[in-house]
């Protein structure tokens, strides 16, 4: 019998580092190669475990974050996640807001670790105090020994992408690709990776689908924000009512717009062509793809993110 050595590693260790995949049936136009960067591999199943680790580590370092102390966010389910299994892992308390359109399965996973949730009105506009991100901050000022993530304004958050997704896809690319498609809500996806890749290679483009309902794509072509345009939708952790300052439109070179249909539906087609099992945000990404091979007139090496998994949504897409 032949002894097989075993490697233990800590949990926050497996973040990171996941597949590649190329999705030749959902995309088989000649000359054009379209990979997906499949997030879900992730602890919670999700790319925001990225972010919730590289801020924390870095709040701990510089001691805003202390022993026994209360890690408090602003959620639409993902973040919370992997803030809530940090906490989980390593002793602190978590209180996490949301938007009510957050499916229950995400809500049921942050109770499941033990964190606290206090679910807003979705259609509650920026500034109200029952807005999810306005009742984060209230909660963090009331709470002693707290820290807040504030993925939407904390520079951390694309720093954590610039430091291992961007690199991540590079390398699994061989250096050979020629857009990067990433939607957003904070930004640190699409920023930090985007940059990284442009820094390799400045002819890389970044493609950002963005839902109606949200101000990015005006706020991106015209450097004004139109609050007319800002409505609900059902699609989850992209699109934003307000400007994150994470988000960085200058990485951007094309944004374009979709609606929960488009999403939705292209999360269940991949999960029929490709076996895929993905969430609203990932079929955005897939959308936005698609419609970028539409316009080709060319061969193309696309890479784009499904920063979650399907499972998360089974009550709602599928």
Known sequence: MTDVATTACDLLDTVGNTPLVRLAKLFPQDGVEVFAKLEFFNPTASVKDRIVRHIVAAAERSGELKPGGTIVENTSGNTGAAVAMIAAAKGYRAILTMPDKTSAEKQKALQAFGAEIVVCPTDAPPDSPEHYVKKARAIAAETPNSFMINQYDNPVNAEAHYATTGPEIWRQMDGRL???????????????????LKEQDPSIKVVMPDPIGSIYKTYFETGEIDESEIGT????????????????????????KFNDDDAFGMAREIARTEGILCGGSSGANLYGTRKLVEGLSGPARIVTVLPDTGLKYLSKIF
């Open 178 to 196: 020629d857009y990067f498609v990433a939607s957003g809500s904070t930004g640190g996806t699409v920023t930090g990776t985007g940059r990284y």
């Open 233 to 256: 939708y059902q699609v989850e952790g992209i699109g934003e009512d307000h400007i994150a300052k994470c988000m960085d439109f200058a990485v951007v070179d094309e944004m374009l």
